[in-house]
């Protein structure tokens, strides 16, 4: 098992960037592909980037290509997101989650970590 902690969220203005970390504990972090979804209030939390095990390839939502970035370090066991160009339509809480395949459903993702809030105002 792995356990994940999120951090980094907060209020930015429109045009911002934030930068979140996810922080691993168990089971060895190279192990798992690595995720980023996120949840605004009222919508069904969604896929917003991964990232495979040696870190090589990576895949973003549509709605955040060229402005999100996904990146992992093996050997801080963290996996981060680097999110530039802030909209307010990015509010949500973000959540970071590993397994040994992954996928876009959040429905294939075994470990979750509890959130971390980012608000984007106009």
């Known amino acids: 098992q792995v356990q994940l902690v999120e951090s980094g969220g907060g209020l930015v203005q429109a045009g911002g960037s934030l930068r979140l970390s996810c922080a691993a504990s168990?089971?060895?972090?190279?192990?798992?592909?690595l995720a980023w979804f996120r949840q605004a209030p009222g919508k069904e939390r969604g896929y917003v980037a991964g990232?495979?095990?040696?870190?090589?390839?990576?895949y973003y939502a549509d709605s955040v290509k060229g402005r999100f970035t996904i990146n992992r370090d093996n050997a801080k066991d963290t996996v981060y997101l680097e999110m530039n160009n802030l909209k307010p339509e990015d509010t949500a809480v973000y959540y970071c989650?590993?397994?040994?395949?992954?996928?876009?459903?959040?429905?294939?993702?075994?470990?979750w970590g509890q959130g971390t809030q980012v608000t984007v105002s106009s």
């Open positions: 989650a590993a397994d040994n395949q992954g996928g876009t459903s959040e429905a294939y993702w075994d470990y």
């Open positions: 990232i495979n095990r040696s870190a090589d390839s990576t």
């Open positions: 168990g089971r060895a972090f190279s192990d798992y592909v």
